[in-house]
């Protein structure tokens, strides 16, 4: 390759890099955490309070039609299950979206309760830092900046490989610790990054894919379907034959489970979602698990049936039981972002591969910012670094170590303070925030290779906190917090592991960079460099 | 593009950040109608229509890897005019075609 066309790509590599690292740093870092995400809303919030409540599905129905002159268009039946000791009914009011949420169950002796526990979930909150790359937006505005953030990310790792290839069997396996600072990242950065290759790609294009269908295929009405992308979607869509608009008249819950086992040995069904009741147009989405196929969310793949016959008249989301290569095709791609088959392994492989993508995003800044770093003699010995260098560099090391203490300081404070009686992400967005203010501004005014000492020590504390609450749970009266001292169940070994790993390789890194400030090996920039290393490249 | 790739080609200047930076945009903007063209061709119309309830999202998904591909390629051009002839030009064959099979 020519010497021109590489460093072409080598230009283009490193300013999409550094344009998107940030937010990517946020998204693997959350997204990673989010592979646990049912665990981490379970360990973190107080259990259901509903254990009394009768656990017949089909009652419970029954028993809420009766009382609803007219049903809400939409509403969804979360069976018994982990975290979850009896059936419960949810729906919105109105049937709108931004309806409140309400959640009714069965009492023992046959009337409908309401349970008030305040919604929102840990888990979910972790999971829209993710969506949202930690940025301070609303969803629908934060995630087509991420569809633009994952095609240049996309750009990013096109050119990166382009630029490795000349070299690529040479140095794969090299890591270089010596006194070349620069030359240690870009080890480290080429390893994760070539090993991590076909989960980067995956992870660039779907996350560009869920960022920006809505311009996709409003450009393809334009462009290609003169009639608009609506006649296309409806006339692929199966025919049907209209249903009862009488809920009373559809099978219960019970029926419409049995059917979707029947649909497909090994799928599972744990929730069903009724859509469009009381039109003739009405289904029922049977959500269930499968691990050995492709599924179309984080956990759960669908049956779309009929509620009066029990027909599954969808198959396109049922997993492995896509009607068409289309259809397989499509699930692999929302499987292979989410994790969703193979079960715990896989979920485990993929906590593991978010983290390390993190360390790709950090290591490219740390060589974008060391090549900005001239390491001349001067009479203080300081490098020296343009104020733009400065700058990126206080900005790298507080966020990326702001984000993870945040996000650990957000879940721990949840558990502690029992979501202080705040609905939805409240809590957990003024924690995050507050952490990555504060981390940040430190980084600032401290100079970033300063800050990353306290700030790596501070981001380990907040990361053994998890662990550290799960082991004083046992201790404490259950009276004085009783969301802290509840029970240890299955699921949280998986936080508190991989909370404690998380901050025994940032206590390593904190120590590191406490002995050894000056030589620079773990972080940017140091402020004093002993003479004799002050003038290598 | 591939033609810019011939060694020892004199025409290849050191290209500028500036100019990579205006090529890669001119690719980001022209390349976007240009990979729902040539998706709409090779996945949609190529495969036998609208068939299939699982097609048209495939086909929107395959949009994002054509935008990339492109974009990635424009780097090859020798200068910001050789970039944009080339965009042009795909897009007006790519848009004629797909009116061509419609």
Redesign the interface.
């Known amino acids: 390759m ?1 010497v ?2 590489l ?3 080598l ?2 590599h490193t ?1 999409t890099g550094i344009l998107s690292g940030l937010l990517l740093f946020v998204a693997f870092y959350a997204g990673g955490l989010s592979m646990f995400e049912p665990e981490i809303t379970r360990w973190a919030q107080a259990g259901p309070s509903h254990a009394d409540a009768n656990p017949d599905a089909d009652a419970l129905v029954a028993g809420f039609l009766a009382g609803q002159p007219t049903p809400p268009r939409s509403f969804q039946v979360v069976f018994a299950g982990e975290g979850n000791p009896a059936p419960f009914l949810r729906y919105r009011e109105g049937g709108r979206r931004d309806g409140a949420e309400h959640r009714v169950v069965l009492d023992a002796d046959g009337g409908l309760r309401s349970l008030d526990d305040p919604p929102g979930e840990v888990g979910d909150f972790v999971d829209r830092i993710h969506r949202k790359g930690g940025l301070p937006l609303p969803l629908e505005y934060a995630e087509p900046i991420i569809g633009v953030v994952a ?1 240049v990310y ?2 990013a790792l ?2 990166g490989v382009i630029v490795l290839l000349p070299s690529l069997v040479r140095d794969l396996f090299a890591l270089r610790i010596t006194r070349n600072i620069k030359r240690n990242w870009l080890d480290l950065h080429n390893l994760v990054g070539i090993t991590g290759l076909p989960f980067h790609i995956v992870m ?2 779907t996350a ?2 869920f960022g ?2 809505d311009w ?2 409003d ?2 009405g334009a ?4 009639e608009g ?1 609506r006649p ?2 409806a ?4 025919q049907r034959d209209p249903v009862p608009t009488d809920p009373s008249a559809w099978l219960p819950p019970s029926r419409i489970v049995a059917a979707a086992r029947e649909a497909s040995p090994g799928f599972e069904p744990v929730a069903l979602e009724y859509r469009g009741v009381g039109t003739p147009g009405a289904a029922v989405h049977v959500a269930g698990t499968d691990d050995a196929h492709f599924k179309r969310s984080a956990r759960v793949g669908y049956a779309l049936m009929d509620p009066a016959s029990g027909e599954v008249f ?1 198959r ?1 989301y049922l997993p492995g039981y ?3 290569r ?2 397989r ?2 699930t692999s ?1 929302f499987a292979l972002h989410f994790g969703s088959y193979g079960g715990t392994p896989v979920r485990i492989l993929y906590a593991v591969l978010g983290l390390l993508g993190a360390v790709l995003f950090y290591t490219g800044n740390m060589l974008w910012i060391e090549s900005r770093t001239r390491r001349i003699r001067t009479a203080t010995g300081m490098p020296e670094q343009p104020l733009h260098v400065r700058r990126v560099a206080a900005l790298n090391v507080g966020v990326c170590l702001g984000s993870i203490a945040g996000l650990s300081m957000a879940i721990v404070a949840w558990r502690w303070l029992d979501g202080a009686g705040m609905a939805g992400d409240v809590l957990g967005n003024a924690v995050f925030f507050a952490v990555l203010v504060a981390a940040v501004v430190r980084a600032f005014r401290r100079g970033a290779a300063q800050a990353a000492i306290g700030l790596l020590g501070f981001a380990a504390l907040a990361c053994a906190l998890v662990p550290l609450t799960s082991l004083v749970a046992g201790v404490i009266p259950h009276h004085w917090a009783p969301v802290v001292a509840k029970p240890y169940l299955p699921g949280f070994v998986f936080v508190d592991v991989l909370f404690t790993m998380i901050a025994s390789v940032l206590a390593f890194l904190a120590l590191r960079a406490r002995r050894r400030p000056r030589r620079g090996v773990a972080l940017p920039a140091s402020p004093v460099l002993p003479p004799g290393q002050a003038s290598r490249p | 593009m591939a033609a810019a ?1 011939r ?1 020892g080609d004199p025409g ?1 200047r ?2 500028s ?1 500036r100019t ?2 205006h090529q ?1 945009l001119a690719g ?1 903007v022209l390349g ?2 240009l990979s ?2 040539l998706t ?1 061709l090779l996945v ?1 119309y190529a495969t036998g229509g ?12 395959s ?3 054509m ?2 591909l492109i ?2 390629l424009v ?2 051009a020798r200068s910001r005019l050789s970039c944009w002839a080339w965009l042009i030009g795909a897009n007006f064959v790519a ?1 004629a075609l ?1 009116q061509a099979v ?1």
């Open positions: 020519r021109e066309t460093r072409r790509y230009v283009v300013w095609l996309a750009l096109v050119s660039a294009l560009a894919v920006l269908h996709i295929y450009a393809q462009l290609v379907h003169p992308m296309v979607i006339a692929s869509a199966p969808r396109t896509g009607d068409s289309w259809a095709a499509l791609f | 790739e060694p290849r050191r290209a950040s990579l930076l890669g980001a976007f109608p729902i063209w709409g949609h609208n068939d299939d309830d699982a097609k048209y999202q495939v086909v929107m998904w949009v994002v890897p935008w990339v974009v990635s780097f090859l848009a797909v419609r």
